[in-house]
């Protein structure tokens, strides 16, 4: 009987101290969780900031880009088209007149051109905002910009054309992950054949770009030479995957995965 | 402020004066009760009602509050201790708290909780009733027990009355804070 009533006591006593420790436990539960949910929604925060400063970051290099290629543009071709047209229009002789209207004919053909290429390069400043007509029309006028220069063979399977998905936060990155790219084959690779595919399947959008230059030791390669740092860290902003392999003079690739949209 | 007085009014002057009257003043406490619900009810309700909408649980809290509060009335008298009501009290207002800690939890905007009057109003709430329950489910055998001089039950409620007068008196200066900085 005296076990029994010894037990009750100690049975109560424990369910007196577990009722009295529990709004303690409550309380420091609510306090830990608000805790955690504010460092949780400082985080986002920052990593909005980052993304956001990115983002402002790969649109200021988008135009300078396009800027770099006007400058090569009057500089290389309409500039040498104008002087030459200026040239010949100063050695028009009105003497002989029929030396001076082929001059003439020739110096408009200088004009049209110059209009044309005039014209090639209003696309190309549109081109900064095409991205926002869809990625599959921004990489086409990537890649006719490529051609222009006549330099590479180019094999091309855009499958993003007329790709009705956007995303425009992604698409400006993914535009410039492309430029940066080719600029790294333009300055690095010494290829005469670029391969560039792009397609969209099950959520993920594929970018492909191969080429048949001097290639690299990728395990010697630094991640930050060559632009490649900003290219990893803008795929891994929109979660994407990049999957480089090289190998010297058997060229390289470059698979890029990014969810999409 | 109101509730306050109205509490030092009953322990000190009604509370001893029935005590000297009729040898027993538990009657006084069981009045009190009443008017303890509606407080307590009216404090949570504006905790509450920046979260939701609480008039209908707590009309419906106070209903079974007040069923359970006369119907011990008529079953056992004004004289003993109305366990029931003492008890379901601590219930529901413990449950009321657990809401509210649940929205405090789960709300958009975050709270600074140290320095949040309605937050320790309600832990000070939490503290009281959710202790004073085990004190009304073993109320016969804490009165009962003694360490030397002092009855358990009593012991147990001094305990949690200077626990909830406590975080009263903080919550008090968190309120205050608050105010001067508002003006």
Known sequence: ?261 | MLYMVFVCFTEQFAGRWAARTFHNNVFVYNIYTFFECVFMSYGIYQCLKAYTRPKKIMMIGSAIFYICYFAFFLTHGIMPYNTWAASVLGVILTLYCFYYFYFVITAEELMDVNTNPEFWWMTAVLFFYFGSTTGNLFHELFSSMQIGNTNIRGLLFEVLVVIFYSLLAYSFICRSRQRKLQS
């Not at chain 1, 993003?160 to 600029?183: A, H």
Request: net charge negative; no cysteine; glycine share 6%.
């Open chain 1, 1 to 261: 009987m005296q076990e029994q009533t010894t037990q009750i006591t100690v049975l109560v006593a424990i369910s007196t101290i577990i009722f009295l420790l529990m709004p303690f436990v409550l309380v420091f539960y609510v306090k830990i969780s608000i805790k955690y949910r504010k460092n949780h929604a400082l985080e986002k925060t920052a990593m909005k900031q980052q993304f956001d400063s990115e983002i402002l970051q790969t649109r200021i290099e988008v135009q300078d880009q396009t800027m770099q290629s006007i400058a090569t543009e009057l500089h290389d071709n309409v500039g040498q088209l104008l002087s030459l047209t200026t040239l010949t229009l100063n050695s028009v002789d009105l003497s002989n007149l029929e030396k001076a209207k082929k001059k003439i004919e020739n110096s408009l053909g200088f004009v049209n051109n110059s209009i044309k290429e005039l014209r090639e390069l209003a696309k190309l400043l549109h081109g900064e905002q095409i991205v926002a007509t869809g990625i599959g029309n921004a990489i086409e006028q990537e890649i006719n910009w490529l051609s222009k220069s006549g330099v590479y063979e180019l094999k091309v399977n855009n499958q993003l054309l007329g790709f009705s998905e956007t995303s425009p936060d992604k698409d400006l990155i993914i535009l410039r992950l492309l430029q940066e790219v080719i600029n790294n084959i333009i300055k690095h690779a010494q290829a005469t054949v670029i391969d560039i595919e792009s397609y969209f399947r099950d959520g993920i959008l594929f970018l492909n770009v191969k080429e048949n230059g001097i290639g690299f030791e990728v395990e010697n390669k630094n991640k930050s030479g060559m632009g490649l740092n900003s290219i990893y860290k803008r795929i891994e902003m929109i979660n994407g995957q990049l999957n480089l392999t090289s190998s010297p003079n058997q060229g390289t690739s470059i698979f890029i995965e990014i969810p999409y949209p």
